[in-house]
């Protein structure tokens, strides 16, 4: 399967009369984005801003962060099985429009969600301050059910994603880069000595909060099985996950996941990048049995030589991360995990919930419980007034002079578990 | 230290029936009112930690434990509920070192976290219910 | 804790109920013990009973101690 | 403020004053001076610091005469009240280190001064007081000299500032179980990959978070003549007199105990109970012999199938996870034990 990905840098974004796309600005009309939005009769209303980095604006509670695309050649849409019909994705040509984001907020629960800072140095432990950020803010129709709610705003994220996508869809993207993943026996004929290679990805798969989606089937029904990275590009894996901000994936981290990026990098070079295996992180024990043990039988069905494995969140997934490499290793396949570490503010705490000595490779994407100061900023998007409910603020957080005493949990992304940050430690 | 069990044989030995016995252990009042018609509930006034300690207790007097204690990424003592599906079959030695591993470190995780007052009570409360939901429909999946 | 107790150089048996935990933690002589409440009785036997019980425990133990043992080893 | 006074630690070698022949060399206080490393140590703080004295003393006077020794020393770098008190380097030197270890370790807790050391990371030394106090890793001999010192003046001089201290790879420490955050230059994807191709390719790589390692033990030879061998009983279940005299904690207990039975024949529920939380103590407490089993080892030991019970037990309180067992309290009374001539331990957990 090969995929070109055309890349249209975006300088700036401004609200307009009318939509489009101009040498590398943004111009989108509230109007039409409020249609796309309220498409859905279950959200009462919505408010739409901009935050650019460096600004004195932060964004909360956050609930999920999208990269508008758009698919110009071959099979299928964005976000197939949840706005574009069900197809096989991945392969034909797909712009993206780089440095920029969809990001959709609003008060889902009354906790959890997450804080991105476009300043100070909250900017520092998100890659979201970085990107010129198109913010939602929607509203529910009185005595919605919080499930309806969340899935409400979830799709509306995605509508408007898909809707700022299709404005670049006539453009001649700046850079293009293509991927390409060859069968079981072309990639043996074409890399016979190089190792072969695969990334293991674990999704979020608990509950109400705690969910993904593949192909829009959620991630708890599903056995572990097997995709062309590329798929991914197209939005095949989205995030219905928003608690845990520090280390959820958001949708954004599903289309950009650095470890297939990474793993490109070296395909042909170093190693042959087989495939993507995908498996759950369930709460019922006897689920995580199943899944660890097919994960494993996947890796010595593909002879694989070795795998990078990511985990997404806290606790429950711990037990799943090494189980799965535990299981791995026994077939002959050599790891590296990826996780994060809950060490307690003073950083002496047991790291993970579970070990094994199988785990002698290990990337970490920092403490989570590490205590940040947030200085009062001029704006805020979305409310503040659930900040200390959010995971990580405590009854303290917000102080006198306005700053936030919080731990590193609450930062959206700030310790992510594909290593997408350069956050790590010792 | 991650000991591997074999829940599915444990299924299979006892009594033959694929549906293995068990009840849910909460503080949660919602899943109380919402599970207890068709489930077997076992509902304590307990703090978080309190009724991990009560499962830990019900796991050395021979019960099993079905269900991670940290499950869901909201932190333990940041919502004050907390649900726990228990066997009532006497797990095998494995069983019981890798649940007894796990229910320890959780009850050690609840001193890394700040408890948060219940303003949101019921957010919370709808939390711990749909996680021991999706539990409570892999168990009666029949494995 | 027990293999601090070998590395002194004194050969020490591992009473213990989850034997599992007594392999992660080194032990080389290990005996099952009963319960995590009660590993060396039952109060559900009478006193005579379950001291016989207890008593049946520690001659196992010491002989784990008169035991030459390669590695770790559970005495059933 | 002037420049930072430094006080430097080192043993007879470094000061040249001789080698193991002059390991017996008392404590000496020299004011005013900088001895040995301390020239290296004075020119790299250029002048941000100066060393305002030198305390040295023989390996074996310090390992021998410890607690005075020590006492002598604080009192001295109490009267000198130094902004920062180094120890050695003392590279692969086993007694030299735990002299810097116990030095370095006392300074800060004691007299609440900044303090920090250096050495290889198989040094004895460095198990001991790695956790207590920053200990530069150096190379294992004293051509390591240079790297050491370029290591150890600006963590001192950061000490001694109060400024804040980075993750042990930055810095330069020996990983001390606190486990710390900063940015690394490549993203964690990146790292991961590099990491498997290594580990693939069979080379050398460094994980980023070290597994508890589960070392291995020998198991000792069989006890030969237990009818003439002294037992001791020691138990993970918190058993403790009645009243809990030593207040050990309910989980992750800070110390352990030792209680003499001394002719106590069996334990009861007036004179027993356990002070473990982890688990249900009702049991236990109307019997402690449930989880310490002293009435059979008396009729064993009245049977002559055991030459004694030994008159002491030693009784922890973990925090029930396999992988925090109390490792340290275990080394000091395993001592303890064989210095009382036991010859065999009977260890009882819940």
């Not at chain 1, 099985?81 to 959709?104: C, N, Q």
């Not at chain 1, 995030?239 to 599903?254: I, L, Q």
């Not at chain 3, 002589?29 to 009478?46: E, F, M």
Request: aromatic share 8%; glycine share 8%.
């Amino acid at each position: 399967m090969r995929l070109e990905m055309g890349h249209i840098y975006i300088r700036d974004i401004q609200f307009a009369a009318e939509s489009k796309i101009a040498d590398g600005v943004l111009y989108v009309s509230e109007e039409a984005l409020k249609a796309v939005v309220l498409e859905d009769e279950k959200l009462k209303s919505v408010s739409f801003d901009i935050a650019k980095p460096g600004e004195s604006v932060r964004i909360t509670p956050v609930k999920d962060v999208i990269e508008p695309r758009v698919k110009v050649e071959g099979r299928g849409g964005q976000f197939p099985g949840v706005i574009a019909k069900v197809d096989t994705v991945g392969e034909g040509k797909t712009y993206a429009l780089k440095g920029m984001a969809v990001v959709t907020a609003g008060k889902i629960v009354g906790f959890q969600e997450g804080i991105i800072d476009m300043t100070g140095p909250g900017a520092d432990y998100t890659p979201f301050s970085q990107t010129l950020n198109l913010v939602m803010v929607a509203e529910p129709v009185e005595g919605l059910k919080q499930h309806d709610y969340e899935a409400a705003v979830r799709f509306a994220g995605f509508r408007v994603a898909v809707y700022v996508g299709e404005l670049a869809r006539e453009l001649t993207p700046d850079e293009v880069k293509v991927y390409e993943t060859p069968t079981m026996m072309e990639g043996l004929k074409l890399y016979p000595d190089l190792p072969r290679v695969a990334y293991v990805q674990m999704l979020q798969s608990q509950g109400l909060l705690h969910d993904t989606y593949v192909y829009g089937v959620d991630a708890k029904k599903i056995l572990p099985t097997i995709l062309n990275p590329t798929e991914t590009m197209d939005g095949a894996i989205v995030s219905g996950n928003c608690v845990s901000a520090c280390d959820k994936n958001p949708t954004y981290v599903h289309q950009n996941n650095p470890v297939v990026e990474d793993l490109f990098a070296q395909h042909g070079k170093t190693l042959n990048f087989v495939c993507q295996i995908i498996t759950n992180e369930n709460v019922y024990l006897a689920d995580k049995m199943r899944s660890s043990d097919w994960t494993a039988k996947i890796c010595k069905m593909l002879d694989l030589d070795g795998v990078i494995v990511s985990q997404e969140g806290f606790g429950n997934p711990d037990t799943d991360l090494i189980m799965n490499c535990k299981k791995i290793e026994a077939e002959g396949v050599k790891t590296v995990i990826i996780t994060d570490e809950y060490a307690g503010r003073d950083g002496k705490s047991q790291s993970l919930a579970d070990a094994d000595v199988a785990a002698n490779a290990v990337v970490t994407g920092g403490n989570a419980n590490e205590v940040v100061i947030l200085p009062k900023l001029d704006k805020v998007i979305g409310t503040l007034d659930y900040v200390n409910k959010i995971a990580g603020a405590s009854e303290d957080t917000l102080r006198p002079d306005g700053s936030l005493e919080v731990e590193l949990q609450v930062i959206t992304g700030a310790t992510n578990e594909t290593g997408f940050l350069k956050l790590s430690a010792r | 230290m991650c000991i591997v069990p074999f829940f599915i044989t444990l299924a299979q030995e006892r009594n033959g029936a694929m549906r293995e016995k068990y009840y849910i252990l909460t503080n949660n009042p919602m899943v109380a009112g919402k599970l207890s018609e068709d489930h077997k509930v076992v509902f304590m006034e307990l703090s978080f930690e309190e009724i991990l300690k009560e499962a830990r207790s019900r796991i050395h007097s021979g019960q099993s434990l079905l269900t991670h204690p940290l499950s869901g990424s909201v932190k333990p003592n940041e919502t004050p509920y907390k649900s726990l599906l228990i066997g009532e079959a006497k797990p095998t030695t494995e069983e019981l070192a890798f649940t007894l591993e796990l229910i320890e470190t959780a009850i050690a995780a609840c001193g890394k976290f700040r408890a948060k007052g219940d303003k949101y009570a019921q957010d919370f409360q709808l939390i711990d219910y749909t996680l021991i939901k999706s539990a409570v429909e892999s168990a009666d999946m029949g494995i | 804790m027990v293999k601090e107790i070998e590395r002194a150089g004194l050969p020490v048996v591992h009473v213990c109920t989850v034997t599992p935990i007594s392999m992660t933690v080194g032990a080389n002589r290990i005996v099952p013990a009963i319960a995590i409440p009660h590993p060396l009785g039952n109060p559900a036997l009478d006193a005579a009973e379950e001291k016989k019980l207890r008593r049946g425990l520690v001659e196992k133990a010491l002989k784990a101690l008169t035991t030459e043992v390669s590695g770790q080893t559970i005495f059933e | 403020m002037g420049k930072i006074k430094v006080v430097h630690y080192i043993n007879q070698f470094f000061a040249n004053i001789g080698g193991e022949e002059k390991a017996d060399y008392p404590a000496e206080l020299r004011k005013g001076e900088f001895v040995g490393p301390g020239m290296a140590l004075n020119q790299a703080f250029g002048d941000e610091a100066e060393i305002i004295a030198t305390i040295i003393c023989g390996d074996s006077y310090f390992n021998e005469n410890i607690e005075t020794t020590k006492a002598q020393i604080l009192e001295w770098v109490k009267e000198l009240a130094p902004d920062v008190f180094i120890a050695g380097p003392a590279f692969n030197a086993g007694r030299y280190g735990v002299a810097c270890g116990t030095m370095a370790a006392a300074v800060k807790e004691e007299l609440g001064i900044p303090a920090l050391t250096g050495m290889y990371e198989e040094n004895p030394g460095a198990d001991m007081f790695k956790n207590n106090v920053y200990m530069i890793a150096t190379k294992n001999s004293a051509a390591g000299m240079r790297d050491a010192v370029k290591k150890i003046a600006p963590l001192a001089l950061k000490l001694a500032k109060g400024e804040k201290i980075g993750a042990s790879c930055e810095e330069g420490y020996l990983p001390n179980g606190v486990r710390v955050n900063f940015f690394e230059e490549k993203r964690g994807s990146e790292r991961a990959v590099d990491m498997l191709i290594k580990k693939l390719a069979g080379k050398p790589f460094v994980t980023e978070y070290p597994m508890p390692d589960f070392d291995r033990v020998e198991p000792n030879p069989a006890v030969k003549d237990l009818a003439h061998t002294k037992v001791a009983l020691v138990t993970s279940g918190g058993i403790v007199p009645k009243g809990n005299p030593d207040h050990i904690e309910s989980s992750s207990a800070s110390h352990y105990g030792e209680y003499d039975i001394t002719g106590v024949m069996n334990l009861d529920e007036a004179t027993y109970e356990t002070a473990h939380g982890g688990y249900d103590p009702v049991y236990a407490n109307a019997d402690a012999d449930r989880v310490l089993p002293v009435d059979v080892m008396r009729d064993l030991e009245k049977e002559g199938v055991i030459g004694e019970l030994h008159t002491k037990f030693y009784t922890t309180v973990g925090n029930g996870t396999a992988v925090a067992s109390a490792k340290a309290f275990a080394a000091e009374y395993a001592q303890k034990l064989v210095a009382d001539g036991v010859g065999a331990v009977i260890l009882t957990s819940t």
